[in-house]
């Protein structure tokens, strides 16, 4: 790995950045700041080695600084730094909705760019909604969430999002015909679960509740991550999300599945529909999609429902949406380069295979100091810790700290910490995961 770009935080000014979710006065006072990456492993501005539990934010899925990925996006760079994709186009973005729509499971086969996951969750609530007025349902315009759904930072997104936090200081302004599904989560039925916990599959006749309350006509869309991981990694119960699309299908209400995490080998499938064998409407995808070196977002959907959408226009714009850097050219490289070595190497295929060490591996954390729960799915674990009496989330926030020092970037979300290593992981890496963290958990107060 080379040398850190800045000898070490001294030389910086941390004032003038205003940093996103982030404790911005604490950061700066003990900032934790990367300089470099390789592999499963970032560096930070003192050299010191810190191995990447999390695929950076998620996204990281074939590990980091790839060569392939690197000089497809020097390439781009240096050949077609920008082209305007409205009324215009360039021959990588034509190709990477191939290739994402090749990947996308059935029909599933048109893609929408945008440059980050929240664009993409609101880009296909328009979709959703420009859909049912093609097809003669304008009324169909309310969506239906979850609690404790993440879906981005749009007004969109955290509209049909559920995390309180993320909404409480924007209530008066969300998108007002909104219902939210309960979460799936209750450790009473479900801890310690291995894989797709068995009780919760009738939480989802909670949208039959909705429908009948709020009249199926006037629903456009329900949007759900198949598995929630940003609220701390929520497997979903068996028969859970079948259910959903059931009674999607019955009441002609478009199923999104928000892939954003779940999508490009994250459960050792392309995504997570083809884990769980639901098929949605649509997916939302980003992070993977370019293994987080190029921000980019995109929306897959059926085949029907951009058919409906284009033709319903006679003639020129069939979908007033889009962004400047949808589909830019550095994105597209980096996409493209990116699906390759998925394929190439075979990461999906060498997540499922490594998913059975993994749970073994992250349950052996049992019985560990504050440990209340541990579960997983594919090349993810949530660890859920019991929190401080009247201070929830300060267990896990000392637990991010502490592994940083230690060694190891892991996520929390409040009291919960989210692993998800690079697909590329090692079995002694993962052995090494859950040492340093172990260790982490028994020097917490
Ligand atoms: C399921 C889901 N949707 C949307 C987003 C938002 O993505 P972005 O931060 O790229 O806007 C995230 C981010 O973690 C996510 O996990």
Request: glycine share 10%.
């Amino acid at each position: 790995m080379p040398p850190p770009p800045t000898a070490s935080a001294g030389e910086l000014s941390l004032e003038e950045l205003w940093m996103p979710f982030t404790a911005n006065r604490a950061f700066k006072k003990a900032p934790r700041l990367l300089a470099t990456a390789s592999g499963m492993h970032y560096r930070d501005v003192d050299g010191r080695l810190v191995l990447d539990g999390t695929s950076g934010l998620w996204c990281v899925n074939a590990g980091h600084c790839r060569p392939a990925i690197v000089e497809a996006i020097q390439r781009s760079a240096a050949t077609l730094d920008f082209a305007p994709g409205f009324q215009m186009g360039h021959p990588s973005s034509f190709a990477l909705a191939r290739a994402v729509a090749e990947l996308a499971p059935g029909d599933l086969d048109h893609v929408f760019f945008a440059n980050s996951g929240s664009e993409a969750v609101d880009s296909a609530l328009k979709i959703a909604l420009a859909y049912h007025q093609a097809r003669g349902e304008p009324e169909r315009v309310r969506f239906v969430g979850r609690l404790r759904g993440y879906h981005g930072v749009g007004f969109g997104g955290i509209s049909v999002g559920g995390i309180e936090s993320n909404r409480k200081a924007f209530a008066a302004q969300l998108l007002p015909q909104v219902d939210h599904l309960p979460h799936t989560h209750d450790l009473a039925h479900n801890a310690f679960s291995r894989g797709q916990p068995a009780w919760g599959a009738h939480l989802a006749d909670a949208l039959e509740e909705i429908v009948a309350r709020r009249g199926a006509r006037t629903i456009a869309a329900v949007v759900v991550e198949p598995m929630a991981g940003s609220t701390g990694v929520l497997v979903p119960p068996k028969g859970y999300l079948e259910r959903l699309r059931a009674i999607c299908d019955a009441h002609g209400i478009l199923l999104v599945f928000d892939e954003v995490i779940t999508g490009f080998g994250r459960l050792g499938t392309p995504f997570g529909a083809d884990y769980f064998h639901v098929q949605p409407d649509m997916l939302t995808v980003a992070k993977g999609i370019t293994n987080g070196a190029v921000p980019m977002g995109a929306v897959v959907v059926r085949r029907s429902i951009y058919q409906s959408v284009v033709d319903a226009t006679e003639s020129g714009i069939e979908f007033f949406h889009g962004y400047t850097y949808s589909g830019h050219p550095l994105a597209c490289a980096a996409g493209l380069a990116t699906i390759e070595l998925y394929r190439r190497e075979g990461l999906f295929q060498r997540a499922a295979e490594l998913a059975p060490v993994w749970e073994d591996a992250v349950h052996s954390l049992k019985g560990v100091p504050h440990v209340i729960d541990v579960r997983n799915v594919g090349l993810v674990s949530g660890i859920e810790l019991e929190p401080r009496s009247g201070k929830v989330g300060a267990r896990g926030y000392d637990a991010l700290v502490e592994a940083f020092r230690s060694g190891l970037l892991i996520r929390v979300t409040g009291d919960i910490i989210a692993l998800s290593p690079p697909l590329i992981i090692e079995r002694r890496e993962i052995e090494q995961i859950v040492d340093l963290l172990g260790g982490v958990l028994r020097r917490l107060a």
